[in-house]
């Protein structure tokens, strides 16, 4: 009975820190400062990514690969930012390490070793020490002079340039910020475990992969939205939900975009096609942009227009998450979707369609045609009985 | 019996009085003095009543002294394409505001309420909405921005004046009201109208051009100009400008941005502010960086006296943004800066000093530049770009191109810009990652280079 009831207290204790826990979340982890974060004293050379790769090939090739890697030379990016003529991008794409600007403060730019992007010391260096895990301590002979620090866990050093557009403010109103086994951070997700050496002279053991997967990578991006689909005479039925991120899908850069596109053949043979619905942060720029579905439980109702082949009507209702329905919404037109909920919609077809295919589409900038996105999810239904 | 009985009625007239008194409601809190008045609001914004009637009762609000209706006016005057950010009023915030994002609750097509609303808060004649007005010199509807830039005149700032003279290639309504407004201020006439035609028209723009170039320096006022802001004059403006310094140093970029520029537009008026603010940002590195992106933007001799101050300050990023500022003034000053710069240990600040240079085309850095030796290949890249930019001379041109083919990738988007600039030739978006576009400007450039040699200094 004893027992009983101080497993009950334990349980009440732990059901109570982890709300007051999420409740607070808002404010954010407690400040570190820079100054607490620790140093070696011994000198450090290394410059560049490339003087890491002798001890650290396997990580050095999974970040070189990475979209942290590229940040530079990425070609979209490049074109976006006019070759980095507009400078305000530098301080994500090139940033100074982070530890050295603060943990949650904004970025700095660096204006050499362009091309390594989102290098190994915008996360890793603080003065003359490479911050690291625990299991680092013991290695005092390394020319980066690794000192193990739990700031290089913290999701701090992920917010200077991932929460520019709220990322981890949408992130915060999911159930995968409440501490305990549910709890996922941006590693949680974007560093998934990996077996491999962490240098040239260690046996393989558990790490953090370096590769971020996110929307670079199809496997992950596929898994960031369900689609489903249904027919009932010339009715279209489609459900889009975010149930494999914790924010915003799609998210972060107000460049990306996802399409609901229905692609449909006529009596005549000539293939046809519009757009339901985009996904999609607008610049600050586009005033004409309105959201039709501003709060959870919305319902709206448009017209998809097929040329000569018709007009559909849809009517949409915004699906609200199960979990903490009535999140903060940062951006009124935005129109992209919270973590767990979904949009529905009722799509009515003209007579003369027949075969249509339903697609979700995304786009890394909003302005790429239909044939130039990456297909998430494709349905295929034959309309009208 | 009776007496317990008055015993006990005194004791609940007692409690009575006693949560009569606890229930009393405080006396009533003055209200925020930046705090919006929602009936008023609802009154200017009405959508019930035609855009005329709103102008109206815009207008009306214009009474000289009545301060009471700014944060009102404000909120009418508010656009993303100028302010990203609203500030609410907060008892706990350092300066009685906080930053929010701009909620666009209001119709965004309402460019002729919004000028409508400058012209109102030009006619109170407070400096309070000296900031506002300095904002809305970079709204997305013209008239608001010409009439901004006036009123920002009254309050003592010159700093909309070049608004204006852009304000003449844009539409008629546009350019015809910044036109009689430059009349108006300076007392010349250049004969500008929006009827005359294409290269009249051009002629008329560049002599305003003229004519600002030689009157900036010219303190004597100009007509209709008031006296200057100075911290201290109005404590609630004051509240607002510094919370505008710390929006500098806080996270989003763009609220950043904007907030910067206005404090640039501010001028000297600002000096003092950004001041106390690097005395905040003492363990703040992007905050100290945005300040000296702020004082950069002003062509101030107590600006530059920050940014030296700045130029040694011990991150590399404030160090290189200062540099850049610095370097771009023309004087002996500029020349030492670059030399000290040279021989910072982080390559970023010699390579924001040979930007500066090379941008500015500074020939007196030549003997410096000359005599430097750069082991880092980013620097040499960049010295080969700065020596082009600064000499123009035809001979650079193959290193040039080689760089293009075979540098760093910074060096080489650094080799197409000064192509491009030397030789007048439009620098595609995308010319740093397609072969074909590259191509195709580095053959007009060939072409020009060929007729034309040594390039002329445009």
């Known amino acids: ?385 | 019996m009776k007496a317990s009985c008055v015993s006990v009625a005194k004791r609940w007239a007692v409690a009575a009085l006693l949560v009569a008194a606890c229930s009393t409601p405080p006396p009533p809190e003055a209200p925020s003095p930046h705090a919006i008045d929602a009936a008023l609001l609802a009154r200017l914004t009405d959508p019930g009543v035609a855009s005329p009637e709103r102008i109206e009762r815009i207008l009306a609000e214009g009474r000289p002294g009545n301060v009471a209706a700014i944060p009102t006016l404000r909120a009418v005057l508010s656009d993303k394409s100028q302010t990203a950010f609203v500030l609410v009023p907060s008892k706990t915030a350092a300066w009685g505001l906080v930053v929010a994002e701009n909620p666009s609750a209001l119709p965004v097509e309402r460019g002729p309420e919004r000028a409508m609303a400058v012209i109102a808060l030009e006619s109170i004649g407070s400096w309070r909405a000296l900031a506002d007005v300095l904002h809305a010199i970079d709204d997305r509807d013209g008239l608001t921005a010409v009439h901004a830039a006036r009123a920002a005149l009254r309050f003592g700032s010159r700093a909309g004046i070049p608004r204006l003279i852009t304000a003449l290639e844009r539409k008629a309504y546009e350019s015809e009201t910044a036109n009689r407004m430059l009349v108006d201020m300076s007392g010349v006439d250049f004969g500008f109208d929006a009827d005359i035609g294409m290269q009249a028209k051009a002629e008329a723009v560049a002599k305003w051009r003229a004519w600002w170039k030689d009157r900036a320096k010219d303190p004597k006022p100009l007509v209709g100009e008031g006296p200057a802001y100075r911290m201290g004059l109005d404590p609630i403006l004051d509240e607002r400008i510094r919370t505008e310094v710390d929006i500098v140093g806080q996270f989003q970029f763009l609220f950043m941005e904007q907030s910067r520029r206005m404090l640039a537009r501010l001028g000297a008026a600002a000096l003092p502010f950004v001041e106390e603010g690097l005395v905040r940002a003492a363990d703040k590195p992007t905050w100290r960086a945005g300040l000296a992106q702020a004082l950069a933007g002003m062509d101030l001799p107590e600006a530059r006296a920050i940014l030296r101050r700045l130029a040694k300050d011990p991150f590399p990023s404030v160090r290189s943004r200062s540099v850049e500022a610095l370097v771009a003034v023309e004087g002996e000053e500029g020349v030492s800066v670059f030399a000290d710069a040279l021989r910072d240990s982080d390559p970023s600040i010699p390579l924001a000093a040979l930007r500066a240079a090379g941008s500015a085309r500074r020939n007196d850095v030549l003997v410096v530049l000359e005599a430097a030796r750069f082991t880092v290949k980013e620097l040499e890249e960049a010295s080969k770009v700065a020596r082009f930019r600064i000499r123009r001379d035809s001979r650079d041109v193959a290193a040039m191109m080689e760089q293009v083919a075979n540098g760093l990738p910074g060096g080489r988007a650094a080799a197409l810009e000064a192509l491009a600039e030397v030789y007048g030739v439009v620098l595609p978006d995308d010319a740093t990652v397609d072969d074909r576009v590259r191509a195709a400007f580095l053959d007009e450039v060939r072409v020009r280079s060929a007729q034309e040699n040594p390039p002329p200094g445009r």
Request: charged share 25%; proline share 7%.
């Open chain 1, 1 to 385: 009975m004893n027992r009983l009831r101080l497993l009950s207290v334990i349980a009440v204790l732990v059901a109570v820190g982890a709300t007051v826990g999420w409740l607070s979340r808002g404010s954010g982890s407690p400040s570190t400062s820079v100054a607490e974060l620790p140093r070696s004293g011994k000198p450090m050379t290394l410059a560049r990514s490339s003087d890491c790769r002798p001890c650290h090939q396997e990580v050095y090739d999974e970040w070189a690969g990475s979209q942290h890697g590229l940040a530079y030379t990425n070609p979209e990016v490049q074109r976006l930012s006019k070759g980095f003529r507009d400078r305000d991008c530098l301080p994500c794409h090139a940033p100074r390490p982070i530890p050295e600007t603060g943990l949650g403060e904004r970025a700095l730019e660096r204006l050499v070793t362009l091309e390594e992007g989102v290098d190994c010391f915008a996360c890793h260096k603080h003065h003359d020490t490479m911050l690291g895990g625990t299991h680092i301590a013991g290695a005092v002979d390394a020319p980066c002079n690794p000192v193990p620090s739990a700031a290089i866990k913290d999701l701090r050093t992920c917010t200077p340039c991932h929460d520019q557009h709220k990322v981890v403010q949408d992130w915060k109103e999911t159930h995968y910020a409440v501490p305990g086994p549910g709890f996922k951070d941006c590693n949680g997700c974007h560093m998934p475990e990996v077996d491999r050496p962490a240098t040239a002279t260690l046996p393989a053991r558990k790490g953090k992969s370096h590769r971020f997967p996110a929307s670079h990578d199809l496997a992950s991006l596929k898994s960031a939205a369900s689609m489903k689909t249904s027919v009932d005479g010339r009715a279209v039925g489609i459900e889009v939900r975010n149930d494999g991120t914790g924010h915003n899908f799609p998210a972060d850069e107000r460049h990306r975009a996802v399409d609901l596109v229905i692609v449909a053949e006529t009596s005549t043979g000539s293939v046809v096609s519009a757009r339901i619905d985009r996904y999609r942060n607008p610049y600050r720029d586009e005033f004409d942009l309105k959201s039709p579905l501003r709060n959870p439980g919305a319902e709206a109702e448009w017209i998809a227009d097929f040329g000569a082949a018709g007009r559909a009507s849809v009517r949409a209702t915004r699906v609200a998450a199960a979990f903490n329905p009535n999140r903060k919404q940062h951006y009124a037109e935005n129109t992209q979707i919270p973590a767990g909920e979904a949009r529905r919609y009722v799509v009515v077809l003209p007579e003369s369609l027949r075969s249509v295919t339903v697609r979700l589409l995304y786009k890394r900038q909003p302005f790429l045609q239909d044939a130039e996105a990456i297909l998430l999810h494709e349905s295929v239904l034959r309309v009208g009985g």
